[in-house]
Antibody, heavy 123, light 110 residues
Framework: EEQLVESGGGSVQPGGSLRLSCAAS????????MTWVRQAPGKGPEWVSSISANGGSTYHADSVKGRFKVSRDNSKNTLFLQMNNLRGDDTATYYC????????????????WGQGTLVSVSS | QSALTQPRSVSGSPGQSVTISCTGT?????????VSWFQHLPGKAPKLMIY???KRPSGVPDRFSGSKSGNTASLTISGLQSEDEADYFCFSYAATYTWVFGGGTKLTVL
């Protein structure tokens, strides 16, 4: 059974940093692109970042560009999201999801999701 | 404010059908056949219900169906069951490697 488990969330002050992890199991991790999606309290989800299966291509939403960086360690079946210079509007539950393709493509389907990890940015 | 517009809530009685709309623009829903829907229960992992506008992943009951007309996609749930009560979100590819989401619709089974 495919499983994704996020970790690394917590409370942090504005300007601080956090690194989220997403541990994958039940599928061949290095065959699939991955993505991060977040959902702020009471709001709809927002796409954050995506990365190709080999890590060679990454994409970030304008709202996080220059502050967040997605990466992966295929030897450890783990996806990461390094978040720097955090702001209050970054407060959200962050979900990782598997994409159905090796490359990040328009037709890639976000077909399996984790339960999320909560990030709270407040002074 | 989410890029895609969904009704905040819909409701129906067991056995009835409900339809949830998802309205975007020519730059997302109207421009690509890459609309997906997922079901989300609080504290649980979101579950993909529909992808590529009309396709159902393995294991999703055929009571769930998707469609699109112009800039509006729709999710229809027929033969409502109590277990269908959840939040439903749509999302779409929106060009230049970005994806946009709807604000979500809370389905209540009366």
């Amino acid at each position: 059974e495919e499983q994704l488990v996020e970790s690394g969330g917590g409370s942090v002050q504005p300007g601080g940093s956090l690194r989220l992890s997403c541990a994958a199991s039940g599928f061949t991790f290095n065959n699939y692109a991955m993505t991060w999606v977040r959902q702020a309290p009471g709001k709809g989800p927002e796409w954050v970042s995506s990365i190709s299966a080999n890590g060679g291509s990454t994409y970030h939403a304008d709202s996080v560009k220059g502050r967040f960086k997605v990466s992966r360690d295929n030897s450890k079946n783990t996806l990461f999201l390094q978040m720097n210079n955090l702001r209050g509007d970054d407060t959200a539950t962050y979900y990782c999801a598997k994409i159905s393709t090796r490359l990040v493509t328009p037709g890639g389907v976000f077909d399996n999701w984790g339960q999320g990890t909560l990030v709270s940015v407040s002074s | 404010q989410s890029a895609l517009t969904q009704p905040r809530s819909v409701s129906g009685s067991p056995g009835q059908s409900v339809t949830i709309s998802c309205t975007g623009t020519n730059n997302d829903v109207g421009g690509y056949n890459y609309v997906s829907w997922f079901q989300h229960l609080p504290g649980k992992a979101p579950k993909l219900m529909i992808y590529d506008v009309t396709k159902r992943p393995s294991g999703v009951p055929d009571r769930f169906s998707g469609s699109k007309s112009g800039n509006t996609a729709s999710l229809t749930i027929s033969g409502l069951q109590s277990e269908d009560e959840a939040d439903y979100f749509c999302f779409s590819y929106a060009a230049t490697y970005t994806w946009v989401f709807g604000g979500g619709t809370k389905l209540t089974v009366l």
